[in-house]
């Protein structure tokens, strides 16, 4: 399984933390330390929060738990300066995830892997004023959908159709039946996010790079979605 999700950083410098509210009632303490001491607090928080809502959405596949952000415990190795990549752990309800993280001048986007997982795609896209929608939630989501039928036309061997499932998007193969790659879509201002995620054991639409077992985020060049 996998989440993911984006966060528009320009939301979170004006003013700070717009993109979260209150830090009190998200945060733990711990957490709160952390981005009092941070080199750029607003950015910190960034990766504190699409960390939670990662896990958050890969946990949700597998259990009807509710988003309570306390609950969803953030360790950031790296929390006073975030680089362009960085890792974190959260943990909820006593089971830990790993979540890959990349900060770029614009965005902050954060990918939740299971250890069922063994190889991971995902993408940002800036959304273009080109959209239906602009940057409105609608224009968001249809950015989201048109990314992962790009992705899925990429990658998967089969073609594959979107579907949801309890609110939950998943591929299903034109002949019938689930595929077998797992998808996860974010949006947040101006940036869509889609992760695809291949099980352990499952090659189908990979390309032939091979990555010795281990999860191995990699992201696509950013391009703006003008369709």
């Known amino acids: 399984m996998l989440g993911n999700d984006i966060v528009d950083l320009h939301f979170a410098d004006c003013p700070p933390y717009q993109h979260v509210g209150h830090p009190e009632r998200v945060c733990t ?26 896990a958050y959405k890969l946990f949700s596949r597998e259990t009807c738990c509710p988003f309570i952000p306390k609950q969803f415990a953030v360790c950031l190795e790296n929390s006073g300066r975030l ?6 752990m959260v943990i909820h309800a006593g089971v830990s995830v790993r979540i890959e993280l990349s900060v770029t001048d614009d965005w902050l ?23 239906t929608g602009g940057c409105q939630p609608l224009g968001e989501s249809k950015a989201a959908r048109l990314l992962a039928d790009e992705l899925a036309s990429r990658y998967c061997e089969e073609g594959v159709l979107q579907g949801f499932r309890g609110g939950i998007p998943i591929f299903k193969n034109k002949k019938g039946g689930d595929a077998p790659v797992k998808v996860s879509f974010s949006h947040h201002g101006r940036f869509a996010a889609v992760a695809m995620g291949w099980p352990i054991g499952n090659r189908q639409g990979v390309p032939g790079r091979r990555f010795a077992g281990k999860a191995f985020p990699w992201e696509e060049t950013c391009s703006t979605c003008t369709a």
């Open 109 to 131: 986007h954060a990918t939740a892997i299971s250890p069922a997982v063994q190889f991971v795609r995902w993408k940002v896209r800036e959304i273009g004023m080109g959209c």
């Open 29 to 54: 303490a711990e957490e709160l330390r952390s981005v009092r001491d941070a080199e750029r607090p607003s950015v910190t928080l960034a990766a504190l929060w699409a960390s939670k809502e990662a």
């Open 83 to 88: 680089n362009s990549a960085e890792v974190a």
